[in-house]
């Protein structure tokens, strides 16, 4: 069984979500944040402190190589876990990466609400500090397998958008290469993620732009799905495209 790993911002809820899903899953729930706590006899805001950030990063790569070690579990990041390539590979050879994510405003409201010194938060103005971090960490965040924003779900509706993105991606990959709804000639009408040119693409995988020649693939992995529903699903968009190289792009119609 892949595992379910949740990353994203601090706020949006990889440990609440992360819970209810082992519970519903019937797996291990393992939060990287407590592995460091445990590692260090130190609570994250002591360490932050008293040995600084750098030292944190290193506790926490320690700590995502452990928890992607694991099988059959639902891991929860830090917010900062994406920063380092080593973390995003481990973490992706785990499992299924599934980002949550919130406006802003909603991840202070909630932070604070929570009560816990997040010590990235530091500083005269947090909601700047989170629109500053949210913008640096885009490019990090936008690697995981699918986006969730939670701003305006409640605890079970990302829960079910969260089962639903991991069930379909952990059974990806013996799916992949069907064309698009198994008969006629549907197909996918958007722009390319590469040059913008409007491409048609009539395969699952293996299509090309046609202005810029770049290859392009789509998620559907359940042959009852047709390309639509599952990214409909997915994003909340209406497609996803993906170029040969991985870069994931949302087009809308
Ligand atoms: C951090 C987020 C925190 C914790 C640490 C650093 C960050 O985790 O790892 O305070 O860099 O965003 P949560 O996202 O679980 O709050």
């Known amino acids: 069984m892949k595992n379910l790993v949740l990353v994203g911002f601090m706020g949006t809820g990889k440990t609440t979500v992360g819970k209810a899903a082992a519970e519903r899953l019937g797996m291990e729930f393992v939060d990287t944040d407590c592995i460091v706590e445990a590692a260090a006899g130190r609570t994250i805001e002591r360490v932050f402190a008293e040995s600084g950030e750098a030292a944190f990063r290193e506790l926490e790569a320690m700590a995502v190589a452990q928890a992607a070690s694991r099988r059959g579990a639902v891991i929860a990041t830090g917010g900062g876990a994406l920063g380092r390539p080593e973390n995003v590979a481990a973490l992706r050879a785990s499992g299924v990466l599934v980002c949550l994510t919130a406006r802003p405003e909603v991840v202070l409201e909630r932070v604070l609400a929570q009560g816990i010194d997040r010590p990235m938060l530091h500083g005269t103005d947090p909601l700047e500090r989170i629109r500053d971090l949210l913008a640096a960490r885009q490019a990090a965040y936008a690697q995981a397998d699918a986006q969730i924003d939670t701003s305006d779900l409640t605890l079970d509706g990302a829960l079910e958008a969260v089962m639903r993105v991991y069930h379909r991606l952990a059974n990806m990959g013996s799916k992949m290469g069907t064309t698009i709804a198994g008969e006629g000639p549907k197909a996918v009408h958007a722009p390319c993620p590469r040059c913008g040119a409007p491409v048609v693409v009539r ?28 990214l409909h699903v997915l994003t909340g968009e209406k497609h996803l495209l993906v170029l040969g190289d991985g870069t994931r792009i949302i087009a809308h119609l």
């Open 203 to 230: 395969q699952v995988q293996g299509d090309h732009c046609q202005s810029c020649g770049a290859e392009l693939n789509l998620f559907a992995p359940h042959e009852d799905d047709t390309a639509e529903d599952f």
